[in-house]
């Protein structure tokens, strides 16, 4: 853990040439495309802090929405107020059993990870929490436990629709129809280099803070060209 600072949200912000409102809209639809961002609630964030900013990078490589809280209150405001996302939460030890009975039933939490430095100490008040997936005493665990809730999360995201020959596309759900559009625009649309450049771009001014991913979107510009399209599909990463 790491020395105290004061209670609030831990963002850094991104410094590009667009708007403040510009990024925020590209940030959330990229949020949206995660499907899940990860809340972490500790007493002693400090992000002054070699093992503090060691930590945040590495939760970073697993989730790029990082929101971190020193207060509880703030944190449980944050979370009610999240409709577009499911929260994965990293939870002190120090704050467990404060925070867990406030946040356990609200449906935008998916997941609850317990950080702490004994874990025989809490493993069995856990086993009273169904959300709480496990006990953690080092990162490495954690970013483990995390790429498995955020996997999870994807798979529960994609929705499944089995339809008849004789159906008409006009009579069905919404969302399937907007999926055969985009199936048709993505089949029929001539890509360029300069999208492909754009959308380097946009990534960039979407990852701007976070390290990792950028070295992602590097790697993506220099060798997109090496690999198939589907192999970069498939790929884990963005």
Request: proline content about 2%.
């Amino acid at each position: 853990m790491a020395t105290s600072k004061p209670s609030g949200t831990k963002r850094k912000e991104p410094a590009t040439d667009f708007s403040t409102n510009t990024t925020a809209k590209r940030r959330m639809n990229m949020q949206r495309m995660q499907n899940m961002i990860l809340v972490w609630l500790d007493n002693d964030i400090n992000e002054n802090n070699a093992d503090c900013s060691n930590t945040i990078n590495q939760l970073e490589g697993v989730v790029n929405n990082i929101n971190m809280f020193t207060n509880s209150e703030e944190c449980v405001k944050f979370i009610q107020t999240n409709n577009n996302n499911k929260i994965c939460m990293v939870i002190s030890d120090s704050l467990e059993q404060q925070i867990v009975p406030h946040i356990h039933n609200m449906s935008q939490v998916d997941t609850i990870l317990i950080f702490c430095n004994n874990q025989e100490c809490h493993k069995q008040w856990a086993k009273e929490w169904s959300k709480i997936k496990g006990v953690f005493t080092d990162i490495t665990s954690i970013c483990e436990a995390l790429k498995q809730a955020a996997h999870e999360c994807e798979q529960n995201a994609i929705s499944i629709n089995i339809v008849a020959q004789n159906n008409k596309l006009d009579q069905l759900d919404p969302s399937f129809m907007y999926t055969q559009i985009l199936k048709e625009i993505l089949l029929t649309i001539s890509f360029e280099d300069k999208h492909f450049q754009e959308f380097i771009t946009y990534c960039r001014e979407v990852y701007n803070d976070n390290e990792h991913e950028l070295e992602n979107v590097n790697q993506l510009q220099a060798t997109y060209k090496n690999n198939i399209p589907i192999w970069w599909y498939t790929w884990d990463a963005f």
